[in-house]
């Protein structure tokens, strides 16, 4: 029998009162284990392409590359960051504890805090340049797996999508996300629109529910490429399949080693980084 959304939120209710150590056992729960040691450092871009279920279920899994290089060279350039927050309606909260972001820029030590804290000779330049971030959009993804209510899920094509209405805010997807890549709507979201111009083609969100970077699914539905990768003039975003071999996300990983996030975790994040 399926539980109903007031016996749930009552059961979910009592979840707010749940401390840190339960919220470590639902994460543990939720598979975030180490990897194998050879998965520990940086990636190799061929590991998981062509042995995931993903690719076997549906030929496609979406995936970014982020060519820092590229983006290094543009200083202050946040068009990426406007086009997405704009064709989403990310409201504009400036107070970093009421803030909802998709897609920003973090410092390289806290984007890679796992090797930053390991190697003190990465050249002044790649630390001082702030790393763009989103959500990872993880092959084994543990915000999947702690969602009570399947609000989020993970789709055949690999991206981790949202279904805001099922939301009931208990964050735990937050709590599970070892890279905060959501945000939660502590106001009216609405109210950090105001003023600015509507995208009516997407929906806005109420108070209490989480967000994060879609992969602009309803965009790829349209035939379009994500607004962020449309948006850089200069090259930095490349988005295509990783289950493809002749793909350009395959060939730039095949060319260039890249990194992703944490590899120790398993996530298996879809978003690549080319750091120099
Ligand atoms: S980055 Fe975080 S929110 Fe995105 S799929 Fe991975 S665990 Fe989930
Ligand atoms: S892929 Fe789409 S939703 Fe994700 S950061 Fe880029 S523009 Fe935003």
Redesign the pocket.
């Known amino acids: 029998m399926e539980l109903k959304r007031r016996d749930f939120l009552k059961i979910v209710g009592g979840s707010a009162l749940i401390g840190g150590s339960a919220i470590s056992a639902l994460v543990e729960e939720a598979g975030i284990a180490h990897a194998s040691p050879h998965e520990e450092h940086g990636h190799s871009a061929e590991e998981d392409h062509g042995h995931g279920h993903i690719e076997e279920a549906s030929g496609i899994r979406w995936a970014m590359v982020v060519d820092m290089r590229k983006c290094s060279e543009q200083e202050g350039c946040r068009d990426c960051i406007n086009a997405c927050h704009y064709v989403h309606n990310v409201p504009n909260f400036p107070d970093p504890k009421e803030e909802v972001k998709w897609i920003w820029k973090d410092e390289y030590h806290h984007v890679f805090t796992d090797i930053s804290t390991l190697d003190p000779y990465v050249p002044e330049h790649i630390k001082r340049h702030p790393f763009l971030v989103l959500?990872?959009?993880?092959d084994n993804?543990?915000?999947?797996r702690v969602c009570p209510t399947k609000a989020?899920f993970k789709r055949p094509d690999g991206i981790?999508a949202m279904d805001y209405h099922r939301c009931i805010g208990c964050r735990f997807?937050m709590a599970?996300?070892?890279?905060g890549?959501?945000s939660f709507n502590w106001r009216d979201p609405r109210l950090g629109l105001k003023g600015r111009e509507l995208n009516y083609e997407f929906p806005t969100r109420m108070r209490g529910v989480v967000e994060?970077c879609n992969f602009c699914v309803e965009r790829l539905a349209q035939g379009k490429i994500p607004a962020c990768v449309e948006a850089c003039k200069h090259g930095a975003l490349t988005f295509g399949n990783l289950a493809d071999p002749n793909s350009e996300v395959r060939a730039l990983l095949r060319e260039n080693y890249a990194l992703r996030r944490k590899p120790q975790l398993g996530?298996k994040?879809s978003v690549f980084y080319i750091i120099a």
Do not use: F, G, L, Q
């Open positions: 959500c990872n959009h993880c993804p543990p915000c999947v989020t981790v997807c599970a996300c070892p890279y890549s959501r994060k996530t994040p």
